[in-house]
Nanobody, 123 residues
């Protein structure tokens, strides 16, 4: 069992930055690939970024490539999402999730989900 708690969301102006954190409970965190997804009002939850269990491989949605960076610290049981050059279209609830494969972009691969943190980007 893995419990995930996101933090770091908030209100930021377009062009600004935020860093999201996701703290995981349990001793098996380092065996899970981790992902970030987001859901805007009226839209489906979409893939943002993922990282392998070791941190050696990362994956990004085209919409955030070059602006967002995913990283993890297995000693701290935490995964991060650094978001730069934020745009109003990045406004959404951001969720972290854990899965046992490589860092899949598919929601159905993920076994555990956090409750989400709101990110609002004003124009």
């Amino acid at each position: 069992q893995v419990q995930l708690v996101e933090s770091g969301g908030g209100l930021v102006q377009a062009g600004g930055s935020l860093r999201l954190s996701c703290a995981a409970s349990g001793r098996t965190f380092s065996s899970y690939a981790m992902g970030w997804f987001r859901q805007a009002p009226g839209k489906e939850r979409e893939f943002v970024a993922a990282i392998s269990w070791s941190g050696g491989s990362t994956y990004y949605a085209d919409s955030v490539k070059g602006r967002f960076t995913i990283s993890r610290d297995n000693a701290k049981n935490t995964v991060y999402l650094q978001m730069n050059s934020l745009k109003p279209e990045d406004t959404a609830v951001y969720y972290c999730a854990a899965e046992k494969t490589y860092g899949s972009p598919q929601r159905y691969e993920y076994d555990y989900w956090g409750q989400g943190t709101q990110v609002t980007v004003s124009s």
